[in-house]
């Protein structure tokens, strides 16, 4: 079974840039998209964006758009985030997971990577 490693997170100022990282066992070959998300303590997930196989790209939160964007790596099987002027409201748990072609769930989610952003 595929499964995903996110790491690269961190504690940074406001401002400054943080690059996740979201390793992919396997080839990417099978998988249709990779999605982030992000949850913090008490709080519903939010769907961050998403990447897909031909690398088009999309963020469903507002609050990102235009900070936050998306690669991605096939020949290393690894996907990024790439967030810049990060925020304090940006400190939480980033995950990702792949979307298997002809599937329509994304799973399974990784263990996730802490993003902490200090005022």
Known sequence: QVHVVESGG??????????????????MFNIAAVGWRRQGPAKEGELVGLILANGATGYALDSVKGRFTSSRDDAKSTVYLQMNRLKPEDTVVYYCAILPKGAT???????????????
């Open 10 to 27: 961190g504690l940074v100022q406001a401002g400054e840039s943080l690059r996740l990282s979201c390793a992919v066992s396997g080839n």
């Open 105 to 119: 769930k994304y799973e399974p989610w990784g263990q996730g990577t802490q993003v902490a952003v200090a005022a």
